[in-house]
Nanobody
Framework: QVQLVESGGGLVQAGGSLRLSCEASGRAANTYPMGWFRRAPGKEREYVAAISPSGAVTCYADSVRGRFLISRDNPKNTVYLQIISLSLQDTAAYYC?????????????????????WGQGTQVTVSS
């Protein structure tokens, strides 16, 4: 059994920054690739970023590349998502997920069907 707990969301002004955390427990959590998705109000879930088990490979959606930075601290079983230059369009619930073991591939990491476990999400609200 795997549990994922996100934290770090909140209300922030446009142009600000946040760091989201996702702490994993169970099933050798630090040996799996991890990713982040988000869901904005009235929109479908959207892939954001992912990272390989070692952290050597990072992947980003084109819409966030350059503003989002994914990283992980395996001894702490934690994955981070640093967001800078927040805009109103970043308002969403952010979810981390554990990706099924397999080929290291950004394409695979971007597909929600490759995820076995999800956290409950953390809300990010950007104000003008």
């Amino acid at each position: 059994q795997v549990q994922l707990v996100e934290s770090g969301g909140g209300l922030v002004q446009a142009g600000g920054s946040l760091r989201l955390s996702c702490e994993a427990s169970g099933r050798a959590a630090n040996t799996y690739p991890m990713g982040w998705f988000r869901r904005a109000p009235g929109k479908e879930r959207e892939y954001v970023a992912a990272i390989s088990p070692s952290g050597a490979v990072t992947c980003y959606a084109d819409s966030v590349r350059g503003r989002f930075l994914i990283s992980r601290d395996n001894p702490k079983n934690t994955v981070y998502l640093q967001i800078i230059s927040l805009s109103l369009q970043d308002t969403a619930a952010y979810y981390c997920g554990q990706i099924r073991a397999g080929q290291t591939s950004c394409g695979r990491y971007s597909r929600a069907t490759e995820y076995d476990y999800w956290g409950q999400g953390t809300q990010v609200t950007v104000s003008s």
